[in-house]
């Protein structure tokens, strides 16, 4: 067969981008073009994981004093399985994307950024070195910047926008610093280079420089909020960036580069991290009332249950479960823009009724809703017990990830169950009528997301096979497949009495003290705000210094001025005052010649 | 051999004439020209020297000062090229671009010729004698340029500008004239001075050192000689700060950059150059959070940014030396492509403060994107120009000076994260009070892609102006 180089995939997307752009004054065709081009991207992924598994190729881009900067590409097993993820979530988003994006005057920006994104994405997925990855990695942070902020009529979505770059740019400038670090130590930055000698004097620092802007890129404590405020863009950038592809970057990054960390002895850092931003998102899942941001703190747990596992060193369970979340958040991320669609455009869970009345929209909801509370047989259910497995030994661990199971089984029925009441208030049969007007661009959608979230059942029997000599499979045991289970029931049996029918329940009211802990969000937001007071304090002050500064320097032109005006008396045109001077010259001179 | 260094000179000299003589209403049209022409030859000039692998050319016309054994002598090296393409494409845009006012076309086309003439002169000398000439025209040119086509508080600025900048030149005199009669042979000629400098005693050395390089901090400028920079800028016109920032600047770089590879003894001042630019690159990011006019803004960015590429020249690495010449060029279109933007929004709006104006992409969705992507080009976003600079110059100041010299990163995490609060503020977002007055044409669009063009080619294919590095 033809070799054909990784990085072609990307090609076709950024195409689809410059298309956008042209035609932005006429969008009518662009979403048929970024369907289309997302789809030939996926025939070439699929040609390339058939045919050209675990290529490397690499080309020169510029070279200085002797040494080249080249960017390389791979389809080893690793960016193989992320770009087969990311090629099969593209086209569907898109699709998805034609029936939720309706306006034509927002479409020729939606789908330009969109497209830029799917080719950084792609990108990122089969980079080789740091290099070609930082170049990815920039390109997310700036679409997702741009996608964040794309309502900016609205006040809020501005402000999220904001939050994010000057989160996501903490990140890249420390990658940027890991990167120059590991430049200068090794003189190479592709990852086989690296990979193969673990031991430098620069090393630990690179790495957690690195972990810094992992950290922000997949909102993991203490970086974790903008991903809540990030909910502010259209929903299908939330399925797309913010919950299946660009968030996990950063993971991503971790498994790649697993025994740099391990070496630089971050494990107990990532393990530490992962399991406080599981808890924090699964405390603010639980107590949030927008419907896409539950989705994004359930996003931040899952993220950091990941890191649990990798910290953990059971790398098979991080990408167990990084498969399958790619599929049952996309598809919940589908589910909540059906539902607000379907509501006016209402966000608040309290507020948005009827979800119940398709059944088969329901049932797939439903699905999605079961495999992320890991119920068996769906996916999450292998995913997040092989990660439980591997806590064993270590009981508080195992104890804390069970308590975030139950946390996370419940917060996701209350999400499934809130929308699915009939609004009394209602008196004509609208409510019944919105979910069944959904255009079928998003309905697809939906069904492909159920049917690959039942597939990926499959992913536990596969996998082990893929990963040979890269991860050693987790076997899940019985034993624990059991606790899990019961857990997951209780919860979700616990959701079930608490939220059915219309009782509504506002923890903020009955328990104030046990919902300030769980809704810990506004006091990060606190810290973050103190934290820019602080810098703007110093600012403040060094600006006040600038300004006396040129003040002083102005003062000193005044004695200039001043010295003269006080020669200026000598020269006033009087002839006494020139005698005077002469005369007094004069005697100078005498007495200098008899002295 | 085509003396191709003086025909570029003698034709933006016809076009100033030519400018100055016919009527009004030509002579933007005539100054492009003119300009356009100069960028063909600087283009095939690269393409030719990317076939042969050669872009060193030196051309002598005359015994300029034959009892100073000085000759008119222009030459190419592949720092100063990297300049003077920069240069060529900058003024362009600026003469092209640049006048959204619409004031005087005449003088204020004719003064940007004269000021390109200068500064390729500049980037062309081969001894340090023209090299001063060359410096003393684009001051006065620029002083001329604030002084008449400015806002309200443009006299005082210029009066400013000029002080600091007479200072300056009269450290350069100095300096260059010690230099002469210090060398073994009595000499100006840059290559020379780089080849027997080393002849000369280490205190004479230090003190030539530290006069030139005052003079090039004030016109670089980097704190604490710093303070000219933001008035002249939120006084002048577009034209004067597009050229200001994005070329005037580079002129103490390119200086700088002479300075630490023909005294030898600047090795041993290097760490403490660093200090320097790392005090100044956080000074300037920590002012700038308190400014308010976007024009204010952009000026301190300038100060981040030369202070990044000072840390660069003086890591004396070849990274870090042919990064900080790459950051220059890249950092000469990002500026002229944010006060071009910056204009258009004082145009736009009669308003810059960050507080009153919003929603400038409803208003104007080029501008906003300009600025956009001009930002990007500041904080070093990969895939323009200004990627490539940042990690040549962070490699090399970190192997010089080891972890310290990532220190300026940190200025630059600041710089960025306020720039994208402005855009945020006052670019992409909602249009709520403000009201716009004026619209901008089609020459501005023209303007901001042609800079725009420029960030993206030299981002992509850096290898251009890198091959001829080595």
Same mark, same amino acid.
């Given at each position: 067969?033809?070799?054909?180089?990784?990085?072609?995939?990307?090609?076709?997307?950024?195409?689809?981008?410059?298309?956008?752009?042209?035609?932005?004054?006429?969008? @009518?065709? !662009?979403?048929? $073009?970024?369907? *289309?081009?997302?789809?030939?991207?996926?025939?070439?992924? +699929?040609? =390339?994981?058939? %045919?050209?598994?675990?290529?490397?190729?690499?080309?020169?881009?510029?070279?200085?004093?002797?040494?080249?900067?080249?960017?390389?590409?791979?389809?080893?097993?690793?960016?193989?399985?992320?770009?087969?993820?990311?090629?099969?979530?593209?086209?569907?988003v898109?699709?998805?994307?034609?029936?939720?994006?309706?306006?034509?005057?927002?479409?020729?920006?939606?789908?330009?950024?969109?497209?830029?994104?799917?080719?950084?994405?792609?990108?990122?997925?089969?980079?080789?070195?740091?290099?070609?990855?930082?170049?990815?990695?920039?390109?997310?942070?700036?679409?997702s910047?741009?996608?964040?902020?794309?309502?900016?009529?609205?006040?809020?979505?501005?402000?999220?926008?904001? @939050?994010? !770059?000057?989160? $996501?740019?903490? *990140?890249?400038?420390?990658?940027?610093?890991?990167?120059? +670090?590991? =430049?200068?130590? %090794?003189?190479?930055?592709?990852?086989?280079?690296?990979?193969?000698?673990?031991?430098?004097?620069?090393?630990?620092?690179?790495?957690?420089l690195?972990?810094?802007?992992?950290?922000?890129?997949?909102?993991?404590?203490?970086?974790?909020?903008?991903?809540?405020?990030?909910?502010e863009?259209?929903?299908?950038?939330?399925?797309?960036?913010?919950?299946?592809?660009?968030v996990?970057?950063?993971?991503?990054?971790?498994?790649?580069?697993?025994?740099?960390?391990?070496?630089?002895?971050?494990?107990?850092?990532?393990?530490?991290?992962?399991?406080?931003?599981a808890?924090?998102?699964?405390?603010?899942?639980?107590?949030?009332?927008?419907?896409?941001?539950?989705?994004?703190?359930?996003? !931040?747990?899952?993220?950091?249950?990941?890191?649990?596992?990798l910290?953990?060193?059971?790398?098979?369970?991080?990408?167990?479960?990084?498969?399958?979340?790619?599929?049952?958040?996309?598809?919940?991320?589908?589910?909540?823009?059906?539902?607000?669609?379907?509501?006016?455009?209402?966000?608040?869970?309290?507020?948005?009724?009827?979800?119940?009345?398709?059944k088969?929209?329901?049932?797939?909801?439903?699905?999605?809703?079961?495999?992320?509370?890991?119920?068996?047989?769906?996916?999450?259910?292998?995913?997040?017990?092989?990660?439980?497995?591997?806590?064993?030994?270590?009981?508080a661990?195992y104890?804390?990830?069970?308590?975030?199971?139950?946390?996370?089984?419940?917060?996701?029925?209350?999400?499934?169950?809130?929308?699915?009441?009939?609004?009394?208030?209602?008196?004509?049969?609208?409510?019944f009528?919105?979910?069944?007007?959904?255009?079928?661009?998003?309905?697809?959608?939906?069904?492909?997301?159920?049917?690959?979230?039942?597939?990926?059942?499959?992913?536990?029997?596969?996998?082990?096979?893929y990963?040979?000599?890269?991860?050693?499979?987790?076997?899940?045991?019985?034993?624990?497949?059991?606790?899990?289970?019961?857990?997951?029931?209780?919860?979700?049996?616990?959701?079930?009495?608490?939220?059915?029918?219309?009782?509504?329940v506002?923890?903020s009211s009955t328990?104030?003290?046990?919902?300030?802990?769980l809704?810990?969000?506004?006091?990060?937001?606190?810290?973050?705000?103190?934290?820019?007071?602080?810098v703007?304090?110093?600012?403040?002050?060094?600006?006040?210094?600038?300004?006396?500064?040129?003040?002083?320097?102005?003062?000193?032109?005044?004695?200039?001025?001043?010295?003269?005006?006080?020669?200026?008396?000598?020269?006033?045109?009087?002839?006494?005052?020139?005698?005077?001077?002469?005369?007094?010259?004069?005697?100078?001179?005498?007495?200098?010649?008899?002295? | 051999?085509?003396?191709?260094?003086?025909?570029?000179?003698?034709?933006?000299?016809?076009?100033?004439?030519?400018?100055?003589?016919?009527?009004?209403?030509?002579?933007?049209?005539?100054?492009?020209?003119?300009?356009?022409?100069?960028?063909?030859?600087?283009?095939?000039?690269?393409?030719?020297?990317?076939?042969?692998?050669?872009?060193?050319?030196?051309?002598?016309?005359?015994?300029?000062?034959?009892?100073?054994?000085?000759?008119?002598?222009?030459q190419?090296?592949?720092?100063?090229f990297?300049?003077?393409?920069?240069a060529?494409?900058?003024?362009?845009?600026?003469?092209?671009?640049?006048?959204?006012?619409?004031?005087?076309p005449?003088?204020?086309?004719?003064?940007?010729?004269?000021?390109?003439?200068?500064?390729?002169?500049?980037?062309?000398?081969?001894?340090?004698?023209?090299?001063?000439?060359?410096?003393?025209?684009?001051?006065?040119?620029?002083?001329?340029?604030?002084?008449?086509?400015?806002?309200?508080?443009?006299?005082?600025?210029?009066?400013?500008?000029?002080?600091?900048?007479?200072?300056?030149?009269?450290?350069?005199?100095?300096?260059?004239?010690?230099?002469?009669?210090?060398?073994?042979?009595?000499?100006?000629?840059?290559?020379?001075?780089?080849?027997?400098?080393h002849?000369?005693?280490?205190?004479?050395?230090?003190?030539?050192?530290?006069?030139?390089f005052?003079?090039?901090?004030?016109?670089?400028?980097?704190?604490?000689?710093?303070?000219?920079?933001?008035?002249?800028?939120?006084?002048?016109?577009?034209?004067?700060?597009?050229?200001?920032?994005?070329?005037?600047?580079?002129?103490?770089?390119?200086?700088?950059?002479?300075?630490?590879?023909?005294?030898?003894?600047?090795?041993?001042f290097?760490?403490?150059?660093?200090?320097?630019?790392?005090?100044?690159?956080?000074?300037?990011?920590?002012?700038?959070?308190?400014?308010?006019?976007?024009?204010?803004?952009?000026?301190?960015?300038?100060?981040?940014?030369?202070?990044?590429?000072?840390?660069g020249?003086?890591?004396?690495?070849?990274f870090?030396?042919?990064?900080?010449?790459?950051?220059?060029?890249?950092?000469?279109?990002?500026?002229?492509?944010?006060?071009?933007?910056?204009?258009?929004?004082?145009?736009?709006?009669?308003?810059?403060?960050?507080?009153?104006?919003?929603?400038?992409?409803?208003?104007?969705?080029?501008?906003?994107?300009?600025?956009?992507?001009?930002?990007?080009?500041?904080?070093?976003?990969?895939?323009?120009?200004?990627?490539?600079?940042?990690?040549?110059?962070?490699?090399?100041?970190?192997?010089?000076?080891?972890?310290?010299?990532?220190?300026?990163?940190?200025?630059?995490?600041?710089?960025?994260?306020?720039?994208?609060?402005?855009?945020?503020?006052?670019?992409?977002?909602?249009?709520?009070?403000?009201?716009?007055?004026?619209?901008?044409?089609?020459?501005?669009?023209?303007?901001?892609?042609?800079?725009?063009?420029?960030?993206?080619?030299?981002?992509?294919?850096?290898?251009?102006?890198?091959?001829?590095?080595?």
């Open positions: 067969m033809i070799l054909v180089p990784a990085i072609v995939v990307a090609l076709p997307p950024l195409l689809a981008a410059f298309l956008a752009i042209v035609l932005y004054n006429d969008p @009518k065709p !662009i979403k048929y $073009i970024a369907l *289309g081009a997302s789809l030939i991207s996926l025939v070439l992924t +699929l040609y =390339l994981f058939v %045919y050209s598994q675990n290529t490397y190729q690499s080309f020169n881009w510029f070279s200085i004093s002797g040494y080249s900067f080249g960017l390389s590409t791979s389809t080893a097993p690793l960016n193989a399985m992320l770009l087969l993820l990311v090629s099969i979530v593209t086209p569907v898109f699709l998805y994307s034609i029936g939720y994006m309706q306006l034509p005057s927002e479409q020729g920006r939606f789908y330009s950024e969109m497209c830029i994104f799917a080719a950084a994405m792609m990108l990122f997925a089969i980079s080789a070195s740091l290099l070609t990855m930082f170049i990815a990695w920039e390109l997310l942070g700036i679409t910047y741009l996608l964040i902020g794309f309502y900016y009529r609205k006040n809020e979505p501005p402000n999220a926008a904001r @939050k994010a !770059i000057t989160t $996501i740019i903490i *990140g890249d400038i420390a990658m940027l610093a890991a990167i120059i +670090l590991i =430049l200068n130590a %090794y003189h190479s930055l592709e990852y086989s280079v690296i990979l193969s000698s673990p031991q430098s004097a620069q090393l630990s620092l690179a790495m957690a690195m972990l810094i802007a992992i950290f922000t890129k997949s909102a993991q404590f203490p970086f974790h909020e903008w991903l809540s405020d990030a909910m863009g259209p929903t299908p950038v939330s399925s797309f960036l913010h919950s299946s592809t660009m996990k970057a950063g993971v991503f990054l971790v498994i790649v580069l697993l025994p740099l960390f391990q070496e630089s002895g971050l494990s107990n850092v990532i393990l530490a991290v992962g399991l406080i931003s808890l924090i998102g699964a405390g603010n899942a639980l107590t949030e009332r927008h419907v896409k941001k539950v989705l994004a703190y359930s996003t !931040i747990e899952d993220l950091g249950l990941m890191l649990v596992a910290g953990l060193g059971s790398l098979f369970a991080a990408i167990m479960l990084f498969i399958v979340q790619t599929f049952y958040k996309a598809a919940l991320f589908f589910s909540a823009g059906i539902i607000i669609k379907a509501n006016d455009g209402r966000e608040d869970l309290y507020n948005l009724y009827n979800s119940a009345y398709n088969f929209i329901f049932a797939l909801i439903a699905i999605s809703a079961l495999s992320i509370a890991a119920f068996p047989p769906f996916g999450g259910f292998f995913a997040k017990s092989a990660i439980e497995d591997s806590a064993m030994p270590n009981l661990i104890a804390v990830l069970m308590l975030i199971g139950l946390a996370t089984s419940i917060y996701i029925f209350r999400w499934l169950i809130l929308p699915a009441r009939h609004n009394r208030a209602e008196t004509g049969n609208e409510g009528i919105s979910f069944y007007v959904i255009p079928k661009s998003m309905r697809a959608p939906m069904v492909i997301m159920v049917v690959l979230i039942i597939a990926s059942s499959a992913v536990y029997l596969y996998l082990p096979g990963l040979s000599g890269i991860a050693a499979p987790a076997q899940v045991n019985a034993v624990d497949a059991a606790i899990s289970t019961i857990v997951s029931s209780i919860g979700i049996a616990a959701a079930y009495f608490i939220y059915r029918k219309n009782r509504r506002y923890l328990h104030r003290y046990i919902y300030a802990a809704h810990n969000s506004t006091i990060t937001n606190s810290a973050y705000v103190a934290i820019t007071a602080v703007t304090y110093v600012a403040e002050a060094v600006a006040k210094f600038d300004y006396e500064f040129d003040k002083a320097v102005y003062s000193t032109a005044s004695y200039f001025v001043a010295i003269g005006k006080a020669g200026r008396s000598m020269v006033n045109g009087q002839v006494n005052t020139y005698v005077l001077a002469f005369v007094l010259g004069i005697a100078i001179i005498a007495i200098a010649f008899l002295v | 051999m085509i003396p191709i260094i003086g025909a570029m000179l003698l034709i933006l000299i016809i076009g100033l004439v030519a400018t100055i003589a016919l009527d009004e209403r030509h002579s933007r049209a005539i100054a492009t020209a003119a300009s356009l022409v100069v960028l063909v030859i600087v283009i095939s000039v690269l393409f030719n020297s990317l076939l042969t692998g050669n872009i060193v050319h030196s051309e002598q016309y005359a015994y300029y000062l034959p009892s100073l054994n000085v000759a008119f002598e222009m190419f090296t592949p720092i100063s990297a300049l003077l393409l920069m060529s494409i900058v003024s362009l845009a600026a003469i092209y671009a640049g006048n959204i006012e619409k004031e005087s005449k003088a204020s086309s004719a003064l940007l010729l004269l000021f390109e003439f200068a500064a390729i002169g500049l980037f062309t000398s081969a001894n340090f004698l023209l090299f001063f000439i060359f410096w003393d025209i684009g001051v006065v040119v620029l002083f001329f340029m604030i002084y008449l086509f400015g806002s309200a508080g443009r006299k005082r600025a210029a009066i400013k500008f000029l002080i600091y900048e007479i200072l300056a030149s009269s450290l350069l005199l100095l300096g260059i004239l010690m230099i002469y009669f210090y060398t073994p042979l009595h000499s100006f000629d840059l290559s020379y001075i780089a080849l027997n400098f002849l000369v005693s280490q205190g004479v050395q230090s003190l030539i050192f530290l006069i030139l005052f003079a090039f901090l004030i016109n670089m400028p980097v704190f604490p000689v710093h303070l000219w920079l933001p008035d002249a800028h939120t006084e002048a016109s577009t034209q004067g700060s597009m050229a200001l920032s994005g070329i005037l600047t580079k002129f103490g770089g390119y200086g700088m950059l002479l300075l630490f590879a023909t005294i030898p003894i600047a090795s041993s290097s760490y403490y150059v660093a200090i320097l630019a790392i005090i100044s690159a956080f000074y300037a990011a920590f002012v700038l959070m308190r400014q308010h006019d976007i024009k204010r803004v952009v000026a301190y960015t300038t100060i981040v940014e030369m202070s990044i590429i000072l840390i020249i003086a890591s004396l690495d070849s870090g030396t042919y990064g900080a010449a790459y950051g220059m060029l890249a950092h000469g279109f990002a500026v002229a492509m944010l006060f071009l933007a910056a204009g258009s929004v004082g145009h736009l709006f009669a308003d810059r403060d960050i507080r009153e104006v919003k929603g400038v992409i409803t208003t104007s969705l080029s501008t906003a994107y300009t600025f956009l992507i001009g930002t990007f080009a500041t904080t070093g976003v990969p895939l323009t120009a200004a990627f490539i600079g940042d990690i040549l110059i962070f490699s090399g100041a970190q192997s010089a000076f080891g972890n310290i010299g990532l220190l300026p990163l940190g200025a630059l995490l600041i710089t960025g994260a306020f720039m994208y609060f402005v855009i945020n503020k006052s670019f992409l977002s909602a249009k709520d009070s403000s009201k716009n007055v004026n619209y901008i044409g089609l020459s501005q669009k023209v303007g901001f892609g042609i800079l725009m063009l420029a960030i993206i080619i030299f981002g992509i294919l850096p290898f251009m102006i890198l091959k001829l590095f080595t």
